[in-house]
């Protein structure tokens, strides 16, 4: 099977201009079919504080009103995503960026759940990545970047975490390619020692997880990811990588990050 | 040769929530190929007073410096066109939601002329649209609908007039199809007499314009539409209307609007 690269990047990145100068020409210069997935950083918030958008946080999540919505959509679908397609053309990357409404390639779900109302939050629906729709651009020498709205298919815009969605991605995609998972984040891989950049764990598998769960060399926070990544991988992920955005081209060559196979 | 329809729609349907949900379902129900192109409407220019940002106007024409840039992408490349693909998937209208950079369907060039600045405004170049890529869409029942926003290919957007860039996009398809370009603007058409709405110029052609023109028939306002027109025409388009949104099922008929041929 060919190879498909799908690497996600999140606020770290999209808000350091230097950094993101630097991880475009690295994407740029991957020799193969790709997918990038962007989150939004703090642009979002920064639009809703300049606009007097309050924003309700319940259990660390934001709770997505029609005010907030409206600012995701400029933000991430309009200015984040239009700005980084630019950028990748004159790299050379024949980019086209999209949100999950366009050619429906990401149907969801308003989340519906009795305690809290997330406002308008989508779950991707089962069978809800456009496959066959990638699979063309690929084909056709384009690179699709993706920001992180996805829709109802009647007529609503849904905000869905990006992480979700190259998941989601990754794993539909995993019937007609040999899907590795790049997850860009502010370490350089998941940390033995959280205090020393360079103890990174080189592999982790549903054999060693449990201990290093056990003793607490994974910490709280990264449990949902190496879940998340472990479940990708066993839905048919060739592999997923948790590292650096800057470290990319070593990721690629497998000199970086974190491998969960 | 195959049909191919290309419709711009501006501020009078965009900024008017009943009627832009009526064009919506006419625009999903056309049984061809088609492209849609949209403009701004009202929305950027509030968002502009919302923000703060002060808009300057130097004979007519908006001057995009880098904070207008950054509303026009939000606004139109985000918020309106990622809505109107939602709502066109609603009407099973197979939408995909563009702008000039992506997938480099339109290359421009940064506008320099001696006597104003006109910040970030692009003019689309000499094989400029990305005609393979939107037939490969079309042929893949996809609908493209294109924000009015450019790119030079060297990582910089560019404002560009959505009426300039329905022409182009005319125009440069009408190598592979037979294409009616429609222009809905707040008339049903041009008019023999401007205070009759039902005076309406069923046909203008190279023929009849001048005569047109000398007995002032055509106001001042409408010279540049016609005369563009008229060139579109001149360079391959098969028909040009110009009429109203809500009459789309009716001009497709030739019922309504005026013909420029």
Redesign the interface.
């Known amino acids: 099977m060919q190879q498909l690269i799908v690497v996600k990047i999140g606020g770290n990145i999209i808000d350091d201009a230097v950094a993101l100068e630097s991880f475009i020409e690295k994407f740029a210069a991957i020799d193969a079919p790709k997918i990038l997935i962007h989150g939004g950083g703090k642009l979002a918030t920064e639009m809703a504080t300049?606009?007097h958008i309050p924003q309700q946080m319940i259990e660390g999540r934001r709770i997505t009103d029609e005010a907030t919505l409206?600012i995701v959509?400029?933000?991430?679908?309009?200015?984040i995503?239009?700005?980084l397609?630019?950028?990748l053309?004159?790299k050379t990357c024949?980019?086209?960026?999209?949100?999950g409404?366009?050619?429906?390639i990401i149907l969801a779900k308003k989340r519906t759940t009795k305690e809290i109302d997330y406002g308008f939050v989508g779950d991707v629906i089962a069978d809800g990545i456009n496959v066959n729709?990638l699979k063309?651009l690929l084909e056709?020498n384009?690179t699709p970047i993706i920001a992180p709205?996805t829709?109802n298919?009647?007529?609503?815009?849904l905000n869905t975490n990006a992480d979700t969605i190259a998941n989601e991605i990754a794993k539909a995609m995993s019937t007609h390619y040999q899907v590795q998972l790049i997850y860009c984040f502010d370490k350089k891989g998941v940390l033995q020692n959280i205090a020393d950049e360079n103890s990174v764990i080189k592999l982790i598998t549903k054999e060693n997880i449990e201990t290093l769960k056990a003793n607490k060399t994974i910490h709280e926070g990264m449990i949902p990811k190496i879940d998340n990544a472990l479940q990708a991988v066993a839905s048919g992920v060739y592999k997923v990588v948790l590292g650096h955005a800057l470290d990319l081209n070593k990721i690629m060559k497998g000199e970086a990050g974190t491998v969960i196979k």
């Not at 024949?94 to 949100?99: K, P, Q, R, S, T």
């Not at 409404?101 to 429906?104: G, I, Q, R, T």
């Not at 298919?153 to 815009?157: E, F, R």
Request: aromatic fraction near 8%; proline fraction near 0%; hydrophobic fraction near 45%.
């Open positions: 300049t606009l409206k959509t400029m933000v991430y679908a309009g200015f995503n239009k700005n397609v630019a950028k053309h004159a024949n980019a086209i960026g999209l949100c409404a366009d050619a429906n729709f063309l056709n384009t709205l829709h298919g009647n007529g609503q815009l």
